[in-house]
């Protein structure tokens, strides 16, 4: 049984999570299956302990590998958001703000690497962090130039028209880069048998 605090896979009779005491189930739903439990032969119960310890022990290792690694993951997003960033929007934005946006597109993209570490990695959760660290400073900078130039949204003005293809190619490729990352980190534990 997952934690849904932590992923820690507990035994399914646990009432809080080994790990982080996280409350996973209710005392009675936890006593029915211990009432299951009994009824099994014990060869299958042996069977079922070995599946939880293997599961925990790998879980483990994955905790570690991710705590080890929250540095390099952190730099990886930070440069793939930067790169993108700099392809897409950061080079358009005049004088000093270029900068400012190169240092926001920085640390937004960090911000997603470290998140998807805690996370425990995920193609979604990486899709979904990466394509969020890159499209939250675009919009700022969209929004900003606007006001510089005295453009106007509502009725199709210039900034708008040369932020919407970009971000659409952009999002496209952190989208997809992010996927891959996150599946990465997931792969990692599956190397590692799970
Ligand atoms: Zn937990």
Redesign the pocket.
């Known amino acids: 049984m997952l934690?849904k605090?932590?992923a820690?896979p507990n035994e399914p009779t646990q009432i809080y999570?080994k790990?982080?005491g996280?409350p996973i189930q209710s005392v009675e739903s936890a006593e029915k299956t211990r009432q299951d439990w009994e009824k099994l032969p014990e060869h299958a119960r042996k069977e079922f302990q070995q599946k939880y310890q293997k599961d925990q022990a790998s879980s483990e290792r994955h905790k570690v590998f991710l705590e080890n690694n929250i540095r390099k993951h952190i730099i990886i997003a930070g440069v793939i958001n930067i790169i993108v960033g700099l392809i897409v929007y950061v080079k358009d934005t005049p004088g000093i703000w270029f900068f400012v946006y190169f240092l926001l597109t920085a640390i937004t993209g960090c911000l997603a690497g470290w998140l998807l570490n805690k996370r425990g990695g995920g193609a979604l959760s990486g899709a979904f962090l990466i394509w969020g660290a890159y499209v939250i400073p675009i919009t700022i900078q969209m929004i900003h130039i606007n006001c510089l130039i005295g453009g106007d949204m509502r009725s199709g003005g210039l900034a708008f028209g040369l932020f919407l293809f970009p971000t659409l190619y952009g999002s496209i490729f952190t989208v997809g880069t992010g996927y891959f990352f996150g599946m990465q980190l997931d792969f990692d534990r599956f190397n590692r048998g799970l």
């Open positions: 934690c605090e932590c820690f999570c790990k982080c996280h």
